[in-house]
DNA sequence: AGTGAAAGAACGAAAAC
DNA sequence: GTTTTCGTTCTTTCACT
């Protein structure tokens, strides 16, 4: 599907706050509220809107410790790696886990209360996975930055 | 702020899809439309609740090649660290950005179309930042999971 | 593609229990 | 905590351009 300059702007509004009502959107977009209420919902059938969503302050619901792990895997075949993403994919504390290039299999992000709660998660949860060989964790000492908004400027 | 049982389930349902009615959510929680109302209301007033927004499909607004950069800084002073920081905070094509431990400093989560546009990317803006020393790039081969929702069992 | 009008649904606040 | 009520606002459909 092909967006043009108004879907763009509407998908960054929405991207941001997606409490809005049709009326605010309209206003900002020079637009009826009808217009605006059709472009929404064809974006919706179209998959270009997955969902909505409620955004967490980390720290007020005790998951305010952010670590990444990278992982490698003692062997490369595909059952290994299934199995694994599979149960990866389980465990409530991954937030994100991507199979990448480069020295380690898989990063992830894994979100707990502290380092306490992080020895307890690597003890019981992630070692205790197969097919594991070496990991290697970095605690964020700082979040500089952390969006859920896409760029969305020269999308073709 | 102490959450019991009921708001958990509520903010776990909320992360889940936030355009459910507070009829919907009564239901689900054997709460009357008011008291759902309310809760909300208080959490959104406590900041445990920061925002609501709609989360796209990547690959259909052309952001499908994922990049995780690792960088070094030259220096570290904190004159240094802010001003890389501010800097890499206003490049919309960086979603994260964490200042972490271990061998590098920062941890990117770049999103762009394809290796092209990041070799743009790198070129054009990355590199022409003072005080970089070294980087180290990861693509992403495949996404396990990625999700916004924090895991909320055993809040205290 | 766009608009305005109108019905139906949900919100938001207050009442009383 | 609950239900009920009521005015307001928003969503959604429809007829039309």
New binding site residues.
């Given amino acids: 599907m092909k967006l043009?300059a108004?879907d763009t702007q509407l998908l960054q509004l929405l991207q941001q706050d997606s409490k809005?009502?049709?009326?605010?959107?309209?206003l900002q977009l020079?637009?009826?509220?009808?217009?605006?209420?059709?472009?929404?919902?064809?974006l919706e059938r179209e998959g270009i809107i997955t969902n909505y969503v409620a955004l967490l302050n980390k720290e007020k619901v005790n998951k305010g410790f952010t670590v990444f792990c990278h992982i490698k895997l003692v062997q490369h075949s595909q059952e290994y790696l299934t199995k694994f993403e599979n149960e990866i994919a389980q465990l409530p504390e991954v937030l994100e886990c991507f199979h990448v290039s480069g020295d380690y299999d898989y990063l992830l992000k894994v979100l707990v209360k502290d380092i306490k709660q992080f020895r307890s998660f690597m003890v019981n949860k992630l070692t205790t996975l197969k097919h594991i060989g070496s990991t290697q964790s970095s605690f964020s000492i700082n979040e500089v930055k952390n969006t859920t908004t896409l760029p969305l400027h020269a999308v073709q």
Same sequence: chains 1, 2.
């Avoid at 809005?20 to 309209?26: D, G, I, P, R, V």
């Avoid at 020079?30 to 064809?42: C, F, H, P, Q």
């Fill in positions: 043009d108004i809005q009502t049709n009326k605010q959107l309209s020079n637009l009826s509220v009808t217009a605006v209420y059709e472009r929404i919902k064809k």
